[in-house]
């Protein structure tokens, strides 16, 4: 038995690529709304953290707040824009790989950010809360039921993730590695 090919509307009746292509842009619209609810959520948490950062005293770390504040202004825009493309009628097909990558990019760079900043190696990138958004991203990939476009995101995150842990900064300050052993020290016991 074999199946009708998806990749192009001349393999299907034309009812068929309409209906996938309905299903295409719904996928589209339910990511885009995840992508504002997440950053939304994110812009609320760090509010709430702000008062945390006054307290401590870290100048990295308002360097930090600055920078999460910015990325996730940005992933929200990347939302918005893609939310009101659709409901106006004019995205069109390669805007989703334009998202998905934004999704990427926005992963490595935020994680990349938040490594540089705090003066570590790429070894601890996993323990940035910005890393931890990959299976989320992965998960906005699955909605879209394109093998080829969740194949692309994969290879995007993955090869990512893999170049920021093997990233090195110039220099590791004493104070950033006491930091890391004071995050990953198990408790006393």
């Known amino acids: 038995m074999r199946l009708p090919l998806v990749s192009g509307a001349g393999n299907l009746n034309p009812g068929g690529a309409v209906l996938l292509r309905a299903a295409e842009l ?4 339910i990511v885009a709304l995840l992508r504002i609810a997440v950053s939304a959520g994110l812009l609320a948490a760090l509010v ?43 995205f069109r097909h390669w805007m989703i790989w334009a998202a998905v990558t934004a ?25 940035m809360p910005s ?10 990939g699955v909605l879209r039921f394109n093998p080829l476009l969740l194949g692309y995101q994969v290879l995007l995150v993955a090869a990512g993730l ?19 052993h004071l995050a990953m020290a198990t408790p006393p016991i």
């Open 48 to 90: 709430l953290a702000v008062d945390a950062v006054q307290t401590v005293g870290q100048d990295y770390l308002w360097h930090q707040v600055g920078l999460a504040a910015a990325t996730l202004l940005a992933y929200l825009t990347v939302g918005v824009l893609s939310f009101a493309a659709i409901r106006k009628g004019v």
């Open 26 to 29: 719904e996928a589209e619209r």
């Open 131 to 140: 890393a931890w958004m990959a299976p989320l991203i992965l998960a906005f």
């Open 103 to 127: 999704d990427g990019v926005f992963l490595f760079l935020n994680s990349w950010l938040s490594l540089v900043n705090s003066g570590l190696s790429g070894e601890v990138v996993f323990a």
């Open 162 to 180: 893999l170049w920021l842990v093997l990233w090195e900064p110039a220099i590791v300050s004493d104070a950033a590695m006491q930091r890391v």
